[in-house]
């Protein structure tokens, strides 16, 4: 195997945990306005709705959206929902904004680094550009690069967006890594000719976890972190 020029990453389960990252601010932040609120639930509806929300885009219900508004859409349903009540506008775009403050796993940073000397890394996400940005500077991601869905306009499992990144670096797909802890993103990514890894986030929904415990597909690499990947690659090219 040769070695790969570029290495794509999964951002949300992959290298930051999503999930943990929510409940935890906005759990702070009930208990200092005083808000009173089922916050895990939230954060485990919004994420449920993630899938549905991208997919009114993609069969042409709406317009093209980034995931930042696509986000918000979902909250105020959700605080309608969940009857939230005591929260202003300010609050509102504060909380959809935590997307954009999640913390890393703990092994994503030294990883990245590491990969960073030998590899082009970026995130190949469906969150748009400035999320994306917000969270690597937040959260200390070494990118070299981001591919955010709006650069294509297309969301994952979309072919644009691995192709499109791939053009992007002017690189052909097997020059490619992606590098995720979802079998059904790396099944699209290596139909398309990518190379894959597999990073195992089997705590990425908590108690609901129901699918990625494992890997289940013939990827090139599977790994329990991303230190466990730099190790690998590091290894296996050297």
């Not at 797909?173 to 099944?187: E, F, I, T, W, Y």
Request: aromatic share 10%.
């Amino acid at each position: 195997m040769t070695k790969p020029r570029a290495l794509l990453f999964d951002t949300f389960g992959t290298i930051v945990d999503w999930r943990t990252s929510l409940i935890d601010e906005l759990t702070a932040f009930g208990l200092e306005r005083g808000v009173d609120a089922d916050w895990t639930g939230l954060v485990d509806a919004w994420r449920g709705n993630y899938v549905s929300s991208m997919d009114e885009v993609r069969k042409g219900l709406r317009p093209w959206t980034k995931l930042d508004d696509l986000h918000r859409a979902t909250l105020d349903k959700l605080v309608a929902a969940l009857d939230i009540s005591g929260l202003s506008e300010g609050d509102l775009r504060h909380i959809n904004k935590g997307w954009h403050r999640l913390r890393p796993w703990p092994d994503s940073v030294s990883g990245l680094t590491r990969l960073k000397q030998h590899f082009i890394i970026a995130p190949l996400s469906n969150g748009n550009v400035s999320l994306l940005l917000n969270m690597a500077k937040h959260a200390g991601l070494p990118w070299d690069m981001i591919f955010g869905s709006d650069l294509f306009h297309y969301f994952k499992p979309d072919r644009e967006t691995y192709l499109g990144a791939c053009e992007l670096l002017d690189l052909e797909p097997g020059q490619v890594m992606l590098c995720a802890a979802h079998n059904s993103d790396l099944r699209m990514a290596a139909s398309l000719g990518l190379r894959t890894a597999f990073i195992a986030r089997p705590t990425e929904y908590g108690p609901h976890q129901n699918q990625d415990f494992e890997a289940d597909g013939a990827w090139d690499f599977i790994v329990t972190s991303v230190e466990s990947l730099a190790d690998q690659l590091t290894e296996g090219f050297r």
